[in-house]
């Protein structure tokens, strides 16, 4: 799909040319018979094409040339790529300590976006099939809701999510990968409910940090020579961190060059987690944006 745009462009250069062309001697009947191939097989969409994909093989055409001047990568390829969240959040909260039965639910993901930030990094080899994946998300999330008992209430969030991971390449080029490593998560929950006279607002806070086990999916679609879309999906916790969680992702890339491209999609996770001091059972996510350096 990538040589799609080439093979057009050298098309358009191979029919310029010849129209172009300066008027010539009349030509002898060996000539002319050539002449009159050549010019049958310009006139034919199909036949341009194919000569064009040829000059492209062969390396002769301008576009090609240019295209193969430029040296491919290989070593050791990073990536660093930081981004600004913007991140909402739905579900129920409860800092459960001793004597506290105090909770609080959100139902609107995007009603109010908090601005959270992130960075992930990711390392491999041009003559390996695995990658190192490391991700890094910090978010301050706060939301207004209503507590069980309908008294007006809201809620702090403070997730803090650490994630390393190896992706091993099923289908070249970043197709398919696979992916499974481990998500740390540290999160801490301040509660306040209105609730009636005498008692007023009560509030109560927590925190807490697990480690999920991670597995999923990674797939790089390209678009086009400028454009990709990068789709992820995985599941973690299966009980030995959260009782579930889960982490979907989707990011469109503009590709600027071979060591910047931009990057703009959507992300959310969920997770339910109940033990000691934190029951947190929440969904979070938004659009972000970020650059990513290719080094």
């Keep these: 799909m990538k040589?799609?745009?080439?093979?057009a462009l050298a098309a358009c250069l191979a029919v310029a040319g010849c129209r172009s062309a300066p008027t010539q001697e009349p030509a002898t009947p060996g000539e002319a018979q050539a002449a009159s191939d050549s010019g049958s097989r310009l006139e034919d969409p199909e036949s341009v094409a194919a000569a064009a994909a040829q000059d492209l093989q062969q390396g002769t055409s301008p576009v090609a040339a240019e295209v193969a001047a430029q040296p491919e990568r290989s070593g050791?390829?990073?990536?660093?790529?930081?981004?600004?969240?913007?991140?909402?959040?739905?579900?129920?909260?409860s800092p459960a300590g001793p004597g506290n039965d105090l909770d609080a639910s959100f139902r609107d993901l995007l009603d109010e976006l908090d601005v959270g930030a992130m960075v992930a990094l990711e390392v491999g080899h041009s003559d390996s099939s695995w990658k190192a994946l490391v991700d890094l998300l910090y978010l301050d999330l706060e939301e207004d809701g209503t507590s069980p008992t309908g008294d007006a209430a809201s809620a702090e969030l403070d997730p803090f999510v650490g994630e390393l991971d190896a992706a091993l390449e099923l289908q070249p080029d970043g197709l398919v990968d696979l992916i499974f490593g481990a998500r740390w998560w540290s999160v801490s929950v301040d509660v306040s409910v209105d609730q009636p006279p005498p008692a007023g607002t009560v509030s109560a806070d927590g925190s807490e940090s697990w480690v999920d086990p991670v597995i999923g999916l990674r797939s790089r679609l390209p678009l086009s020579s400028s454009f990709d879309i990068v789709l992820r999906g995985d599941v973690a916790g299966f009980g030995l961190g959260?009782?579930?969680?889960?982490?979907?992702?989707?990011?469109?890339?503009?590709?600027?060059?071979?060591?910047?491209?931009?990057?703009a999609g959507i992300r959310q996770f969920y997770v339910d987690y109940a033990e000691d001091g934190l029951a947190y059972d929440v969904k979070f996510g938004g659009p972000f944006i970020g650059l990513t350096w290719r080094l």
């Excluded at 050791?76 to 959040?89: K, S």
């Excluded at 959260?242 to 990057?263: C, K, N, T, V």
């Design 3 to 7: 040589a799609l745009p080439l093979i």
């Design 76 to 93: 050791w390829q990073i990536a660093i790529e930081p981004y600004v969240f913007f991140a909402g959040a739905s579900g129920s909260v």
């Design 242 to 263: 959260s009782e579930f969680s889960s982490h979907l992702y989707a990011r469109l890339d503009w590709i600027l060059s071979r060591s910047i491209q931009l990057g």
